[in-house]
């Protein structure tokens, strides 16, 4: 079951072989932090946090680095509009970063690399490709010259005849930085000051550095000239990651990562998200609105990662529904694992299982999490049914043993994909209820299997059942049994 990956740069699936056998260095391009991040940062966040959790579970040593683009057009001008300073508002939104990732269960990366705190690398890369013939000053600016890296297009697929064709007089004769480029296909390395704007000295005047030069640089810095894995939306492949690519090699002579890899793109209601449609949503909007966050990650995973998705309420219903069956499986050893003589907690990892092999089978086709998930839902499922036939008939068809193994195998699985949810934390240890409270509950539970809400006494059964007291039904009625009685 060898790892397959598609890589962008070659338009093929093929083995996954790193640079130093065991390890992988990966890199994410991740937020500029103008604004509050919205359902294409969640879905690229979730994407990468489980790809770099599988890596882990099969037994590679990840170091993954995340980007913050902490200077830039649009923090400016958000720190006018608010007579605020840049600093201000790329700190008041990291920090709304790492609120909303945390309420996604997504891990931290193992450093955040700003580019205000990466101006020597930047500058020293700057530098290099000058010295190479690669770069030219002009005016104060330093602009890529395109035609001198001769691969140029690689990544993307763009033909520099084309990008040329495409830049329209009117845009030259509006903006002045294309009256300083030698080449209407350069691109700027480093900008002039302008008044009222942050600066940092450089030896070609102050200014400031361009987008794409402070990933090159901060990949160089925390992860060398070589990488396993460079991962983004694949609204980066072009111009970002290409002048990324051109920036790098130039200097380097080496290839700056061995895998390409884009995820796809969110739609809503059918359309591209965007402020000006109205249908532009935030991660922490969707979650205040009761949006629970496993169902969202159950959204964006059970699509090919590569592939676009479509957010709309009907597909957030149903993954939620597919949550709560995801979960009551996942809940199935902390309610049932007492009475049927496990004792509560997890236990060690199960060694590997047909259903082990099955999802490693799935997921090591190009990160097909959909493929995985498949085996969970098989495992929830056979899981809820028996927790079932246990509470209605005090036992169950399969053996405690085997389905001890199957829960932990879930409870592994599951939280390879992110999907833990802190069970432990969900279920109250508090036996002190009385038999009349029971009775009493029981009553209640009848009345809303009467009214027909079973919602409710489905959620009377579990209060009860995590307490260690389960309900039998029969024709005579219900009776309760307590897991230190059974």
């Not at 922490?284 to 969202?296: I, K, Q, S, T, W």
């Not at 590569?306 to 957010?311: E, N, S």
Request: glycine content about 8%; charged content about 25%.
């Amino acid at each position: 079951m060898t790892l397959t990956l598609y890589n962008t740069l070659t338009r093929h699936q093929k083995p996954f072989e790193t640079v130093e056998p065991g390890k992988v260095k990966m890199y994410y391009c991740g937020v500029t932090v103008y604004d509050y991040c919205h359902l294409g940062h969640a879905r690229a966040c979730i994407v990468w946090d489980v790809v770099r959790r599988y890596l882990q579970f099969i037994g590679y040593e990840v170091r993954y680095i995340q980007n913050f683009t902490d200077i830039d057009d649009k923090i400016l001008n958000r720190a006018r509009q608010e007579h605020s300073s840049m600093e201000a508002v790329a700190d008041r939104f990291i920090k709304a970063y790492f609120e909303d990732m945390a309420r996604l269960g997504i891990k931290e990366a193992d450093e955040y690399p700003r580019a205000t705190h990466t101006m020597n690398g930047i500058q020293r890369l700057i530098h290099d490709l000058e010295k190479k013939g690669f770069a030219y000053p002009s005016n104060g600016d330093v602009y890529y010259a395109v035609r001198q890296f001769s691969e140029y297009g690689k990544l993307s697929g763009r033909r520099l005849e084309d990008m040329q064709a495409g830049a329209s007089g009117r845009v030259d004769a509006e903006d002045p930085e294309y009256q300083k480029k030698r080449d209407k296909v350069d691109f700027a390395l480093w900008k002039a000051a302008k008044s009222g704007e942050p600066a940092w000295e450089s030896p070609w005047g102050a200014g400031r550095p361009g987008w794409h030069i402070e990933c090159s640089a901060m990949v160089r810095d925390r992860l060398g000239d070589t990488i396993d894995i460079h991962a983004g939306g694949e609204d980066l492949i072009f111009p970002h990651h290409e002048n990324e690519i051109a920036q790098s090699e130039a200097v380097t002579g080496k290839p700056l990562a061995r895998y390409w890899l884009h995820n796809g793109m969110v739609k809503v209601n059918g359309d591209k998200m965007s402020k000006s449609l109205g249908n532009f949503t935030t991660i922490r909007d969707l979650l205040n609105r009761g949006v629970e966050p496993m169902a969202l990650r159950l959204f964006v995973l059970q699509a090919q990662y590569r592939t676009p998705i479509d957010f709309t309420d009907e597909a957030i219903a149903d993954k939620t529904n597919a949550w709560h069956t995801l979960k009551e499986g996942l809940l199935f050893g902390y309610q049932h694992g007492k009475q049927l003589g496990w004792g509560l907690g997890t236990g060690a990892i199960p060694v590997s299982n047909p259903y082990i092999e099955r999802f490693q089978e799935a997921v090591n086709d190009d990160f097909n999490f959909p493929g995985g998930l498949t085996v969970l839902f098989e495992l929830a499922k056979q899981l809820r049914r028996e927790g079932h036939i246990l509470v209605h008939q005090g036992k169950t068809e399969t053996p405690a043993d085997d389905l001890k193994i199957q829960w932990q195998t879930l409870v592994t699985l599951a939280e390879v994909l992110g999907l833990e949810a802190k069970i432990e934390a969900q279920i109250p240890v508090d036996d002190g209820l009385s038999d009349t409270e029971i009775e009493d509950l029981i009553q209640q539970r009848q009345a809303a299997r009467k009214a027909r809400n079973f919602a409710e006494a489905d959620h009377i059964r579990n209060q009860l059942q995590a307490q260690g007291i389960n309900l039998i039904d029969s024709t005579d009625g219900t009776r309760f049994i307590r897991n230190k009685d059974s």
